[in-house]
């Protein structure tokens, strides 16, 4: 429920111009956007909105920890009775792994570290120094506030998983929040934005910014594009299309910024982020993935073609009745666009990158139990790779789009041995009317698990979607 309140905030909230993007925009080096950004006034920004002490954010950081552990403590959780002993303990014993549930591990993590992340970035400092504070916030927890052992996978998914969900939530609230406007639609800006960034909201709050009004732009906003869609999908157990489950599912597709715009990029310029919820017997979040441009440089052609290079980030999750693939990672990439025509153009990206944590379901992971819990995981985790690769052919009446991804996650915790997995998925959408658009996306999944000391498993299977979306 939180993400869908999520989802419909921002669409009511944020400019509903029509703002063409790159991935799917068939005029987007000639759009006439309406809104404005890259001329913000920096001396004008460090009056309204100093940068405060580092000390403010680090404690605040601190402080919620200590906050949600009262409150864990309160409510009967066993982690969560600590006392000087646990804690010695913690030290003595160092980092571990732990047994989570995968939603918690993979996607519940990175959310807490979107607070710790979004406090320091409300008081004025930037991605790295941000990341940064996220990390004393995740490792002050995992020492302090369990009676568990620091896990190494909750460090690695707090503090730079969160930081690029945090980044990214902290670019859509630019994009909601108005200090011009009052009343009821500046209540509902301000709340639309702290849903998903309640540690920006609570600063606001405290520095009065909030309540603030004035006409001056304060904050970066740049070219985006989402679409909302709502259909179905239909999840094979197997390659065949006989055995499986039909679900309602609603879809949120965005992207950040003009890939091959500019001649230099910097963090966040340019990020995509990809939801899916479903409603009825798979599991809430069905994926949430998100690749961002930390540092890049685009040439141009003289047939007006362009090529980039970068340093990107990742983040990945996926998840259904049939199989989890979670992993975030950093590395390279390149992509290429050709020149844009009336009715037809070219794109492509290829990225290849290192798994700093990732987690794949296996048969055999439960026959490995943590080794300071009398409990076991459903899943392997570990560190490892990523290949992903990206074509898209733009029509004026649509888009094909293609893309694989693959996964290799060696365990560090579970089965011993290493997940192989890849995902082929081909989508093809048409606009019908205005903004409205029916598509269609098939997805072919399969693993390979390769095990020191057990058999080795294969798995295949298929995932069908169609929906129907809007664009804005």
């Known amino acids: 429920m939180r993400k869908i309140i999520l989802i419909i905030s921002f669409i009511f909230a944020v400019n509903q111009n029509i703002i063409g993007q790159y991935l799917y925009s068939s005029n987007a080096d000639t759009l006439d956007v309406q809104i404005e950004f890259n001329n913000l006034d920096l001396a004008l920004i460090n009056k309204f909105n100093p940068q405060k002490p580092l000390w403010i954010p680090v404690v605040e950081s601190v402080t919620q920890s200590f906050m949600m552990g009262a409150f864990n403590f309160v409510t009967g959780s066993e982690f969560a009775k600590i006392g000087i002993s646990t804690i010695k303990h913690n030290f003595e014993r160092g980092w571990a792994t732990d047994a989570d549930g995968f939603p918690t591990n993979m996607v519940g993590h990175p959310l807490q570290g979107t607070v710790y992340f979004n406090l320091a970035r409300s008081s004025g400092y930037n991605y790295w120094v941000s990341l940064g504070v996220a990390s004393i916030g995740s490792w002050q927890w995992e020492y302090f506030m369990e009676n568990e052992p620091p896990s190494l996978n909750d460090q690695i998914m707090t503090s730079y998983g969160g930081s690029l969900i945090g980044e990214v939530f902290f670019k859509l609230s630019n994009l909601i929040i108005d200090e011009s406007t009052v009343g009821t639609e500046r209540f509902f800006r301000e709340l639309g934005a702290g849903i998903f960034n309640p540690g920006r909201l609570f600063n606001r709050l405290i520095y009065g910014r ?48 003009r890939l091959f715009k500019n001649s230099k990029i910097k963090p966040f310029d340019f990020f995509r982020l990809r939801t899916a919820i479903n409603f009825k017997k798979q599991p809430l979040i069905g994926q949430l993935n998100l690749y961002n441009i930390f540092v890049g440089n685009v040439i141009s052609y003289e047939n007006k073609s362009r090529f980039l290079y970068g340093v990107l980030g990742y983040f990945d999750y996926l998840e259904n009745n049939v199989y989890q693939i979670g992993a975030t990672g950093i590395g390279l990439g390149i992509g290429y666009r050709t020149q844009p025509q009336k009715n037809i153009q070219f794109i492509g990206t290829l990225n290849v990158g290192s798994i700093l944590m990732g987690g794949a379901n296996s048969d055999y992971a439960a026959d490995n139990n943590v080794d300071f819990l009398d409990s076991a995981r459903t899943y392997n985790m570990g560190p490892g790779a990523l290949l992903k690769a990206e074509a898209l052919l733009k029509f004026s009446f649509g888009s094909f789009y293609l893309g694989y991804n693959f996964w290799w996650i060696h365990t560090w915790d579970g089965a011993p041995g290493d997940e192989l997995i890849g995902m082929l998925a081909p989508k093809f959408r048409v606009r019908v009317y205005e903004n409205w658009f029916i598509g269609s996306e098939y997805l072919y999944y399969h693993r390979r698990g390769k095990y020191a000391d057990l058999e080795n498993r294969s798995f295949k299977n298929n995932e069908v979607r169609i929906f129907i979306g809007y664009a804005f």
């Open 210 to 257: 909030a309540s603030r009004v004035t006409n001056s732009q304060l904050y970066k906003k740049d070219h985006y594009f989402g679409e909302i869609a709502f259909g179905g999908n239909y999840i094979a157990e197997g390659t065949d299309f006989e055995s499986g489950e039909k679900n309602p599912m609603l879809t949120f597709d965005f992207t950040y910024g």
